[in-house]
């Protein structure tokens, strides 16, 4: 029995451009045998070198959360933290193990993965995940690792004893991030910033990955939580554009990894989610572009999303790889043909846990849509927070300028609908009402009618767009369009040419 889900025809339909399964496994076993084939004519005991392999397979694996459930998942502290959030904390050891497995089943040429490996930073996690990614190196397969904004020096590193208050246990610091994971990037890096965690590997000859740390913890100690927010420094930037300068020289393939976003993966992400985006990533996404690397891996919104952004003087492909602990849990397969330039993207999902071994996909929709519109115990939810402030914040700032009690009641009537169009941007291909797979499991409870969420959202649509100029209405359509009208490429499965213009 496989963890990974390939069953659900409405997800994994065949897209412009994309692949399916199968057409997947053929190419990527095709293209090891072209390169073992190639190998081979070098022979033994001749002075002729094996010719750079033709392909690179690899896989991608982000915002892992990883926490040890020993620390204690059932205490009041503990189900508060997982209560306002869309994080399947206590989940996460169990969602680690099912991608694992799968990815070591498939034997890709390395593995990527773009930060928040742990729940908190805390020093504990990082060395089980270290361990688990270990298992994938005792199988040959490389693991290239880079910080989230939640694994270093986190005030916010707890364990959860069982009937008692939360402990702080110890976090880890820069030097214990390099220390830990010096098997997954570090330890056999070609060049390493002086002024961060950034470094460059070369995990098949030829191909260059340029890992990017763009997480801002320098200043998480003093602070209740770590910065969510990212950033590029001047420094670090003179640094890559350094090392695009060697691999052009070189010869070599550059992609990139890091974990905010280069360039925003829906309209309003800079206006409502800016701190999911590097510092002044318009600029800071072109700079790096035109100097080469035309490829990225990104991770932290937890949406499955591919954009593309033409500069005319080159062309930016940011794939974002959602969360594992976050519905649909989903990680990456990639084909890439260092030759023809053509890189080929399969999406899997993890369909079942060994405690939730024929109701994972329910649980973790219904899971995703509580994080997000609240349970209905206390939790606001993430759109209600999110809404109050724009809702309420005068016109000149962005908002709709009114008052509390007429906010709430137009927050209570479009939550739900907020939330639908959240889960279908977080599976990605979202095409608005029609992508109804993305919650289709989920049922609203009290105070809203007892009916599929899908309806309900419906429902709430068809009225906002039946009297589009009342500005409530409006304003709701401009933020539920901003978010569920995806731009090409494809999200799920798509082939792309990260490094040429066309």
């Given amino acids: 029995m496989s963890h990974n889900d390939d069953t659900n025809d409405e997800l994994e339909k065949p897209v412009s451009r994309g692949i399916n399964r199968r057409e997947f496994i053929k190419i990527t076993v095709a293209g090891v045998g072209a390169v073992t084939a190639t190998m081979a004519l070098g022979g033994c005991g001749s002075d002729s070198q094996p010719a750079a392999p033709t392909s690179a397979n690899f896989a991608v694996m ?81 693991v290239y690792v880079i910080p989230g904004n939640h694994d270093i020096k986190n005030p916010a590193s707890y364990q959860y004893p069982d009937n008692a208050t939360k402990l702080k246990i110890p976090n880890i610091q820069p030097a214990d991030f390099k220390s830990i994971y010096s098997d997954c990037g570090y330890g056999a890096a070609l060049a390493q910033d002086p002024a961060s965690l950034s470094y460059v590997a070369e995990p098949v000859p030829g191909l260059w990955v340029i890992a990017i740390d763009s997480c801002k913890y320098a200043n998480n100690d003093n602070l209740p939580a770590p910065e969510t927010g990212g950033a590029i420094t001047d420094a670090t930037l003179a640094w890559i554009k350094t090392q695009l300068a060697a691999a052009k020289q070189q010869g070599k393939t550059v992609i990139g990894m890091l974990h905010h976003g280069l360039w925003k993966h829906f309209s309003l992400q800079d206006t409502l989610f800016a701190e999911y985006l590097v510092d002044d990533w318009q600029t800071r996404s072109k700079t790096l572009s035109d100097a080469g690397l035309t490829v990225v891996f990104t991770g932290h919104f937890h949406a499955n999303d591919v954009v593309r952004n033409d500069f005319t003087s080159s062309v930016l492909h940011d794939i974002e790889t959602g969360s594992l602990v976050t519905a649909p849990s989903p990680y990456r397969f990639v084909q890439f043909d260092l030759v023809k330039q053509a890189m080929t993207i399969y999406t899997s999902r993890v369909s079942w846990t060994t405690n939730h071994l024929s109701d994972f996909v329910s649980f973790s929709q219904n899971f995703l849509y509580a994080g997000l519109a609240g349970d209905g115990s206390g939790n606001p939810g993430l759109v209600p927070q999110m809404l109050t402030p724009l809702l309420t914040a005068p016109p000149a700032y962005g908002g709709l300028g009114l008052d509390p009690t007429t906010a709430g009641q137009l927050v209570g009537q479009i939550t739900p609908l907020i939330s639908y169009a959240m889960m279908s941007h977080y599976y990605g291909d979202e095409n608005g009402l029609a992508n109804a797979s993305c919650a289709s499991q989920v049922v609203l409870k009290a105070p809203y009618p007892p009916y599929p969420l899908a309806a309900y959202a419906s429902s709430a649509w068809g009225t906002a767009l039946a009297n589009p100029t009342d500005p409530a209405n409006a304003y709701l359509i401009t933020v539920v369009n901003g978010v569920w009208i995806d731009t090409a490429p494809p999200d799920n499965n798509v082939t792309i040419t990260p490094n040429r213009a066309a």
Avoid: C
């Avoid at 399947?88 to 498939?106: G, T």
């Fill in 62 to 142: 982000s915002d892992l959360h990883y926490y040890d459930p020993t620390l204690g998942t059932k205490s009041a502290d503990f189900l508060e933290y997982v209560a306002g959030d869309r994080k399947m904390i206590a989940e996460s050891q169990e969602l680690l193990n099912a991608a694992v497995a799968d990815i070591m089943a498939r034997k890709p040429d390395f593995v990527l993965v773009p930060g928040d490996l742990t729940k908190d930073g805390e020093k504990q996690n990082h060395q089980q995940v270290a361990a688990k990614l270990g298992e994938l190196r005792s199988k040959g397969i490389k």
